[in-house]
């Protein structure tokens, strides 16, 4: 296949448009395979092509030659020998920039001078193609600066009707064109980078499909957030023209992207204090959306402090928000609650991708569930100690029963762990073993996997409370981590000592494994709010 891609944006490969181009054929090359295409490129900022001059020498002239002499000769030769026109350019004035107006003008001699009819209703008189066009196809990828490309293009589109023939060539148009240049907003721009790749396959396998020119036209973010990150961008204060410090109008930024459905009645206001710049803005979060504050009127119930170029670098994705933090690049003062949710808040909590990711990710069937590795063990614990006869039938049931029931649930390797070392030891109890030896034994064994878990892996409780804490996610955050070695170390301690002192004190077993756990279960509850915290204030 042979491809020739117009790139009509005076940036040339800094073009915002020219990254969907690039995504595009990326996907024709996944449908048909690099060896099989062929691609031409022409940048109207760097070609030579003149405009027209409208003195119809190439209509006079046999062979159709210009009387300029200029790139235009070959960009024909290109468009003659392309199977594939992908026409690439930005909006400008709702219509194609001048130097691609120009290049379209100046395909004047790829048509003979004379009148003819046209068979699809566009306009009232057409020529005839001097070359054999037919069967040959094009594209148009285009972005434009509104929050949507719809309506905007009408006079485009009336262009290439008359050129290439009503639907007779695709599309793919785009709003909120700059935000391809945003490396804070990658997430967002990728998921629609990937969709005009699976349009580029779609369409070497004979066109885009529906569903997916529909998903094309969904804005990139809600028009709110879009423009008022957009008016943000300038860094020039609305209401007093003035230039405003890149900070703030960052900040701006920012919050523009505040999800205002987090809104949960409780006053909440962000101050970001930028440590390097002396610059500091509150950021108050409302039912309605979020408010940029600069005079210091309002109180901050949470405080970020930080340098302006680490928040940067955590925007961008360069380094994750909670790694600087456990790194004291920055520290945080106040509600630490905020920082917790920061997702909730200023995720891109309006777009479709995000909706999809945040209804996986909040599906509680698929967490896993500490019942599933606690059941195995409670039930040895209680059936045993009331009964050595009848206590492996009913541990026997409780595990089959757990098992059932925990399929709904994401299962981990602990559930399984705590499964078979339960039955176990329900096995050594049926060959004789005494309960004064399998009760101490069991502490040990439900100890251990607290603390090797710790020590070793990936701590036991941090996947049972993951779902809490945005899902798997959590299992990079350092601190997250961090906090729940601490925790299972906390518990793995507790059940070491209550086997010494089941196996020293048989007679206390029962007291000791009621009372003992006690102590642990504040510790968590306490420890798990305040230690991220305490790292947090640095
Ligand atoms: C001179 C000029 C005119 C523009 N006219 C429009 C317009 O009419 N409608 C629109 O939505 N965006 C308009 N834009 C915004 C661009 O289409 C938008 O920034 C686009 O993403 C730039 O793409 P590029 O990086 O590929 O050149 C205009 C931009 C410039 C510089």
Same mark, same amino acid.
């Given at each position: 296949?042979?491809?020739?891609?117009?790139?009509?944006?005076?940036?040339?490969?800094?073009?915002?448009?020219?990254?969907?181009?690039?995504?595009?054929?990326?996907?024709?090359?996944?449908?048909?395979?690099?060896?099989?295409?062929?691609?031409?490129?022409?940048?109207?900022?760097?070609?030579?092509?003149?405009?027209?001059?409208?003195?119809?020498?190439?209509?006079?002239?046999?062979?159709?030659?210009?009387?300029?002499?200029?790139?235009?000769?070959?960009?024909?030769?290109?468009?003659?020998?392309?199977?594939?026109?992908?026409?690439?350019?930005?909006?400008?004035?709702?219509?194609?920039?001048?130097?691609?107006?120009?290049?379209?003008?100046?395909?004047?001699?790829?048509?003979?001078?004379?009148?003819?009819?046209?068979?699809?209703?566009?306009?009232?008189?057409?020529?005839?193609?001097?070359?054999?066009?037919?069967?040959?196809?094009?594209?148009?990828?285009?972005?434009?600066?509104?929050?949507?490309?719809?309506?905007?293009?009408?006079?485009?589109?009336?262009?290439?009707?008359?050129?290439?023939?009503?639907?007779?060539?695709?599309?793919?148009?785009?709003?909120?064109?700059?935000?391809?240049?945003?490396?804070?907003?990658?997430?967002?721009?990728?998921?629609?980078?990937?969709?005009?790749?699976?349009?580029?396959?779609?369409?070497?396998?004979?066109?885009?499909?529906?569903?997916?020119?529909?998903?094309?036209?969904?804005?990139?973010?809600?028009?709110?957030?879009?423009?008022?990150?957009?008016?943000?961008?300038?860094?020039?204060?609305?209401?007093?023209?003035?230039?405003?410090?890149?900070?703030?109008?960052?900040?701006?930024?920012?919050?523009?992207?505040?999800?205002?459905?987090?809104?949960?009645?409780?006053?909440?206001?962000?101050?970001?204090?930028?440590?390097?710049?002396?610059?500091?803005?509150?950021?108050?979060?409302?039912?309605?959306?979020?408010?940029?504050?600069?005079?210091?009127?309002?109180?901050?119930?949470?405080?970020?402090?930080?340098?302006?170029?680490?928040?940067?670098?955590?925007?961008?994705?360069?380094?994750?928000?909670?790694?600087?933090?456990?790194?004291?690049?920055?520290?945080?003062?106040?509600?630490?609650?905020?920082?917790?949710?920061?997702?909730?808040?200023?995720?891109?909590?309006?777009?479709?991708?995000?909706?999809?990711?945040?209804?996986?990710?909040?599906?509680?069937?698929?967490?896993?569930?500490?019942?599933?590795?606690?059941?195995?063990?409670?039930?040895?614990?209680?059936?045993?100690?009331?009964?050595?006869?009848?206590?492996?039938?009913?541990?026997?049931?409780?595990?089959?029963?757990?098992?059932?029931?925990?399929?709904?649930?994401?299962?981990?390797?602990?559930?399984?762990?705590?499964?078979?070392?339960?039955?176990?030891?329900?096995?050594?109890?049926?060959?004789?073993?005494?309960? +004064? /030896? @399998?009760? *101490? =034994?069991?502490?040990?064994?439900?100890?251990?996997?607290?603390?090797?878990? &710790?020590?070793? #892996? %990936?701590?036991?409780?941090?996947?049972?409370?993951?779902?809490?804490?945005?899902?798997?996610?959590?299992?990079?955050?350092?601190?997250?981590?961090?906090?729940?070695?601490?925790?299972?170390?906390?518990?793995?301690?507790?059940?070491?000592?209550?086997?010494?002192? +089941? /196996? @020293?004190? *048989? =007679?206390?077993?029962?007291?000791?494994?009621?009372?003992?756990?006690?102590? &642990?279960?504040? #510790? %968590?509850?306490?420890?798990?709010?305040?230690?991220?915290?305490?790292?947090?204030?640095?």
């Amino acid at each position: 296949m042979n491809i020739l891609v117009i790139n009509g944006s005076p940036k040339g490969e800094r073009s915002n448009t020219y990254r969907l181009t690039q995504a595009f054929l990326a996907g024709i090359a996944d449908s048909q395979g690099e060896d099989a295409m062929e691609v031409r490129t022409i940048e109207t900022s760097k070609a030579d092509i003149r405009p027209c001059l409208g003195c119809f020498t190439c209509w006079r002239s046999e062979t159709g030659t210009c009387c300029l002499h200029d790139d235009m000769a070959s960009v024909i030769e290109s468009r003659v020998w392309a199977d594939v026109t992908i026409w690439s350019f930005p909006l400008y004035y709702f219509s194609v920039p001048g130097p691609l107006k120009n290049l379209i003008d100046r395909q004047l001699p790829m048509s003979l001078p004379f009148m003819e009819e046209r068979s699809d209703n566009v306009g009232n008189g057409s020529h005839p193609s001097r070359y054999e066009m037919s069967g040959k196809r094009n594209v148009i990828i285009s972005t434009c600066g509104f929050y949507t490309a719809e309506g905007n293009y009408d006079g485009v589109q009336s262009l290439f009707d008359h050129m290439c023939g009503r639907n007779n060539y695709e599309q793919v148009l785009c709003g909120q064109g700059e935000l391809f240049r945003v490396p804070e907003l990658h997430e967002r721009t990728d998921a629609y980078l990937q969709l005009v790749r699976r349009a580029g396959s779609e369409f070497a396998r004979g066109g885009i499909a529906r569903e997916t020119t529909e998903e094309l036209g969904q804005p990139l973010f809600a028009r709110q957030t879009f423009e008022a990150m957009a008016d943000a961008s300038w860094g020039i204060s609305r209401e007093t023209g003035e230039a405003e410090d890149e900070a703030i109008s960052f900040t701006r930024q920012m919050a523009a992207l505040y999800n205002p459905a987090s809104f949960d009645g409780t006053q909440r206001v962000l101050e970001m204090d930028y440590t390097d710049r002396g610059v500091s803005c509150c950021i108050v979060l409302g039912a309605e959306g979020a408010t940029v504050v600069t005079d210091g009127s309002v109180s901050p119930t949470t405080s970020v402090h930080t340098p302006y170029a680490v928040w940067q670098e955590i925007a961008q994705g360069k380094v994750s928000g909670v790694d600087a933090l456990a790194q004291h690049r920055y520290s945080v003062t106040g509600d630490f609650d905020l920082m917790v949710r920061w997702d909730e808040f200023f995720g891109d909590g309006g777009s479709a991708a995000a909706r999809r990711n945040a209804e996986a990710s909040a599906s509680p069937a698929r967490q896993p569930t500490m019942l599933a590795m606690l059941t195995p063990w409670v039930a040895f614990w209680t059936a045993m100690s009331i009964s050595v006869a009848t206590g492996p039938a009913i541990v026997i049931a409780a595990c089959a029963l757990t098992i059932l029931w925990s399929f709904r649930h994401e299962r981990v390797i602990y559930d399984t762990l705590s499964l078979a070392a339960v039955l176990v030891l329900v096995a050594a109890s049926l060959v004789g073993v005494p309960l +004064a /030896l @399998l009760l *101490p =034994a069991s502490f040990l064994v439900f100890g251990l996997m607290w603390l090797v878990s &710790a020590l070793w #892996f %990936t701590p036991l409780s941090a996947y049972y409370v993951k779902g809490s804490y945005g899902g798997d996610k959590a299992l990079q955050n350092a601190i997250y981590l961090q906090t729940n070695r601490i925790i299972c170390v906390v518990w793995g301690i507790t059940y070491l000592a209550a086997a010494v002192s +089941a /196996l @020293l004190a *048989p =007679a206390a077993t029962p007291l000791i494994s009621e009372l003992l756990p006690l102590p &642990a279960a504040v #510790f %968590t509850v306490v420890f798990q709010r305040w230690y991220p915290a305490h790292v947090a204030r640095g």
